[in-house]
């Protein structure tokens, strides 16, 4: 009779963490605006109830935190990024301090267009990682591919 208690608390447990994997908690929109010489990617993100993405770390251990990587792009420099206000805590798991940020939050990528007569192209590859707050089950980092053009 244990035994089988014990099987069927084990298949409730991974059907319920097969349904947490099956579900995108992370919901991302851009938008491009142009002022000048200068290129703004506005990076939207949409976060469901009880779930995060980390967005930085105070040490080289731990989850993994919001990147973004602009090397595919021509004809841009990345002058700065504008950051949402984030959310802090110590992880007792990770052992470290982590910022994170939930429900809905925008990232605006600056860029200086270095010749405006050739065309923007490329795309931003950004990574990130989401966690449940509530089960702390963590989905594998995830890479988005965010298209830039003028």
Known sequence: MKSIITVVLFLVFVSGNAQIQKQDPVKIESKTLISGDTLTLKIDFS???DWMVYDSLAADRGPIPLSFNNDAILNLELIKINKPETKHKYDDIFEVD????????????????????????????????????ISGV???PKLVEVPVTM
């Open 138 to 140: 963590c989905l594998p």
């Open 47 to 49: 976060v469901l109830d």
């Open 98 to 133: 982590l910022w994170y940020f939930t429900n809905k939050v925008s990232y605006e990528l600056c860029f200086k267009i270095l010749d405006a007569n050739i065309p923007v192209s490329g795309t931003i590859l950004l990574e990130y990682m989401s966690c449940n707050l």
